[in-house]
């Protein structure tokens, strides 16, 4: 879908989408259909009830006197309290129903709204911004899809008075949907398309934006050390990965640094998992996908920010070669690792991840993303992701960040009283609580070993990697949840001015 802006003009053709603010007064484009067609909008909005307010929706088809095949008027809401995120839904409002409509065309009017804050350019780039993420699919391999439920449009057209500063908002918006939909991309592969190493070649491609990429392979890993990540690897026929990622946007500043859980396939290991859903565990690679799609977003915009990306990749599988219940492994930080339960994996991974980037960049601070725990879900849902964070600033900021993109998170505590059921009776720590409680934040708990006393934030995101139902921006499927949560706070406070 080819996304353009354009001067605002009723079109004799194709499909046109009105955003309409509640009780507010009409938009210029409405004018020229009230001048066109007598009456047509009040009769049509009277007698479906629809005044505007946010989430209503009303599809005229083919209406009496105008060239268009479809009229679509979307409520807005109250006009004072139009922000980026209404936008954003209203352009993924717009877009959904056209998608595979069988039109080719589709216009969005978008006039400057009595009342909202918000100016007419600005809102057409979130418009077109929400639009576009809205539009996602991963469709490669359905081979015989009907002709009538593909994809039909090919241009969505945002009409805006000022259309150059529409551009100019659009662009970094473009950058960040480039992220979020490689993130998409690399979560939706199934796992016998992306396993360690060629995950790690997808993050290679991102040389090609200026972002210097390093892979280690278990030669590598073994020489330093990570007997915990590796742990993991062991059972699969495919080698672990650890993948290295470095933009540097400014100069010799200290970075900052995302680190990922990149579990390409979670079967659970000799602890292994039911089979009911455990295709599910393709996408327990999402944190790393996260931290591959932000540093894609991040070069793409040219960020003036130095950001490291690590991702540690492995596959947990069952063999004869796999880690056994009750192994002692030695992590790269020099703690040994009762592995109690082989499921209980991604922490294991990020414990050598994150020692690393430490030791190796003495980042500012370190925020890392896993899909560690189901019981992160049972707590919170699909609606928002758990954090957990040593640092005030950090969390607050990460809180606010999600505030504004709609990627919501929800602060856990990681009172040092949780750390106690990780005593191992024959090395320093185990890698599973006693008992069943509170398994977020043990598994939080767990990973503070590591960080060496580092800032540090924590976002479970096992609840939020995956939708099974549409929501505003984001197809049913991979979310790439973090990306652009993560980009906010880089953007908003630590990008040189
Ligand atoms: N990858 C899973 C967590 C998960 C569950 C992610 C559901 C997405 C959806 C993780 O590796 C895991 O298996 N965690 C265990 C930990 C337990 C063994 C302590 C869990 O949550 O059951
Ligand atoms: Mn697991
Ligand atoms: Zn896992």
């Known amino acids: 879908m080819k996304i353009e802006f354009a001067a605002s003009s009723l079109p004799n053709s194709g499909a046109l989408v009105l955003g309409i603010a509640e009780g507010g007064k009409l938009p210029g484009v409405a004018r020229a259909i009230e001048k066109a067609s007598p009456g047509l909008l009040k009769r049509a909005m009277d007698s479906s009830r629809f005044e505007g307010k ?19 008027l979307l409520g807005l809401g109250k006009a004072d309290e139009i922000d980026s995120l209404v936008a954003e839904s209203f352009g993924g409002a717009a877009i959904a129903p056209l998608l595979a409509s ?14 909202s804050p918000f100016g007419p350019p600005r809102f057409a780039a979130h418009a077109a911004y929400g639009a576009l993420l ?35 908002a659009f662009a970094p918006l473009e950058a960040i949907a480039g992220g979020v939909f490689l993130t998409r991309d690399l979560a939706s592969e199934p796992a016998n398309v992306i396993y360690p190493e060629s995950l790690a070649a997808e993050a290679k491609k991102l040389s090609r934006l200026g972002v210097k990429v390093e ?19 062991q059972g699969s026929a495919r080698e672990s990965r650890l993948v290295v990622m470095q933009w540097k946007g400014a100069g010799d500043a200290q970075p900052i640094a995302f680190v990922g859980k990149g579990v390409t396939f979670d079967t659970g290991g000799i602890s292994i998992k039911p089979a009911a859903g455990m295709e599910d565990m393709k996408w327990d690679m999402g944190g790393a996908a996260v931290v591959m ?7 793409a915009r040219k960020a003036k920010v130095n950001v490291v990306g690590v991702a540690g990749l492995v596959e947990n599988m069952p063999s004869g070669t796999a880690q056994r219940p009750g192994d002692v492994v030695k992590s ?58 040593n640092d005030e600033t950090l969390a607050e900021r990460i809180l606010a960040a999600g505030q504004r993109v709609g990627e919501l ?42 960080i060496d006393g580092a800032k540090w934030a924590h ?27 993560l980009e906010s706070l880089v953007a908003a406070h630590y990008e040189k001015k």
């Open 215 to 233: 892979v280690l392979g278990v030669p590598e890993m073994t020489k330093l050390g990570m007997g915990a990540l590796l742990g993991v690897g």
């Open 459 to 485: 976002l479970d995101i096992a609840g939020v990697t995956w939708t099974k139902k549409d929501g505003p921006v984001t197809p049913k499927g991979a979310t790439a949840f973090g990306v652009r949560l």
């Open 332 to 389: 790269y930080s020099g703690q040994t690792i009762e592995v109690i339960n082989t499921d209980a994996e991604g922490r294991l991974v990020l414990a050598d991840a994150i020692w690393y980037t430490n030791g190796r960049f003495k980042p500012k601070w370190i925020v890392d993303l896993a899909t560690l725990t189901g019981a992160i879900i049972i707590a919170l849902g699909e609606h928002r992701a758990g954090l957990f964070s």
């Open 134 to 168: 809205r539009s996602y699919r991963f469709d490669k391999y359905r081979t015989k899809e009907k002709a009538e439920e593909k994809p039909s449009v090919k241009t969505l057209s945002v009409m805006v008075g000022n259309v150059e500063a529409a551009k100019r």
């Open 409 to 450: 998170v929800w602060r856990m505590p990681i009172d040092e009283v949780y750390d106690k059921a990780l005593a191992s009776e024959i090395a320093d720590v185990k890698n599973v609580s006693d008992g069943r409680g509170a398994g977020s934040i043990t598994a939080a708990k767990f990973i503070q070993r590591f």
């Open 102 to 115: 069988g039109e080719t065309q589709v216009r969005i009017a978008v006039d400057r709204i009595e009342g």
């Open 293 to 299: 799609g932000l540093l894609k977003a991040l070069a």
């Open 54 to 72: 946010k989430g209503q929706s009303l599809m005229l088809v083919a209406p009496a006197g105008l060239g268009l095949s479809r009229l679509l």
